[in-house]
């Protein structure tokens, strides 16, 4: 079976498995306390052009949001989201176990405006109810986001200004950052992402990592304490060189760049066939994930050899598909499913 189903399907990338083994028997202090994770950081400040960043890996993606939201919302405030925002559907109420609502807005491609943003805040501060509801007080979005859609630096710049004027923070979530900075759909480079948000994440599980999420704490008002947050959240790993190993190597000679084109190159090649052969797309995806209707009896043939994601059904002949390439995905099985669509 060759799956695109997803883009956490395969371990990790030779050379930091390599380095992984070459330290094996190697002491170093806990908790991220080691000589490794201290490179990938410098690295990671070096990338971002920015030395007054605050940088901890943690774990997976779930328990990255869950710590960073939580350690930044008071009792009574809210996270703000599109209603497809990883945080809304697919986190098991990770955010609200922690007594947070998370409000959403609607949206048609999986992006948040700043129009909705200050109508949230506008609707918010002017009611007499105000204190009789939950405080917006942090806008989550992914970048790329769940559709495969990107946001552009104007996008964002108006995104992160509403922000501050409506006395909110801004938190990207980056599972796939790679994969949506080396699409052609933005003009943002990694060096932006530091000065239009309060903290993000650099994915590093989806982007040829064994596991592992770089947050970046970019407002000074966030970075206090954090780390009793992590600890607190179970997300602080005992044997953290694990980490700081494999994003020292991810961002070495920009690996980590290298192993996002080489995804979005291949999603490029299926989305001009899926174009040529006929098929709709449901998003305009520019990014690793494609999404693609398909019949339903083109998908039980498929299905004999591939695996893919199912979003959503459009009617009862057809249905909505995801198809995810990663860091790994060889050319020639990207060959094999464009011969069968
Ligand atoms: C945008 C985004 N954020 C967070 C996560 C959560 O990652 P995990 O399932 O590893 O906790 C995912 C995983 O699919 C994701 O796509």
Redesign the pocket.
Known sequence: MIRFD?D?LEGAHPKILKRIVESNFEQTPGYSNDEYTKYAVAKIKRMCKNEDIDVHILV??????LTVISSILRPYQAVLCVETG?INV??TGAIESCGHKILTVKSEDGKITAEQIEMIAKNHNDSDMSMHMVMPKLVFI?LPT?CGTNYTKKELEDIYKTCRENNMYLYI?G??LGYGLVAKDTDLKIEDIPNLCDVFYI?G??QGALFGEAVVIVNDELKKDFRYNIKQKGAMLAKGRLLGIQFDTLMNNELYFTLSRHAVNLAMKIKEALLEKGYKLLYDSYTNQQFVIVPNNKLKELNKEFTFFKVKDIDKNNIAIRICTSWATTEENVDKLITKL
Do not use: I
């Open positions: 997803c956490y997976g993606g779930t328990q990255t949001n990883h697919h986190e992914s769940e979530d599972a796939r994915g599980t989806k």
